[in-house]
């Protein structure tokens, strides 16, 4: 067993996600990520918020969309989130949870 290390839940060993609050479990595990160009780095990060924005705003599983909000949070698509949170046609669990991130962001 292990510790969530966003809300403290105890999870399985080889979860991905916390059942509990939808924190990315792996997320921090790539750590050693070689580093890069700054300017090739801003493009890549702006190239993963559009990726991750479009993925949390389509109607695919909520599982991946929890994901891909968690990973906008760790990016600090701050505007990103607030576009989820505030629009009323997201699921309920969706702006909630992006709300939730800004609080942290
Ligand atoms: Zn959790």
Do not use: W
């Amino acid at each position: 067993m292990k510790i969530c290390q966003n809300c403290g839940q105890v999870i399985a060993n080889d979860a991905s996600f916390c059942p509990r609050c939808g924190h990315n479990q792996s997320s921090y595990a790539a750590s050693s990520i070689p580093r890069k160009l700054e300017s090739e780095a801003v493009v890549e990060r702006e190239q993963k918020i559009k990726e991750y924005y479009k993925i949390a705003r389509d109607r695919i599983n909520l599982e991946l969309r929890y994901q891909a909000l968690n990973e906008l949070a760790r990016l600090g698509a701050r505007d990103e989130l607030m576009k989820i949170a505030s629009n009323p046609m997201m699921r309920g669990k969706i702006r909630e949870r992006a709300l939730e991130l800004l609080k942290t962001t």
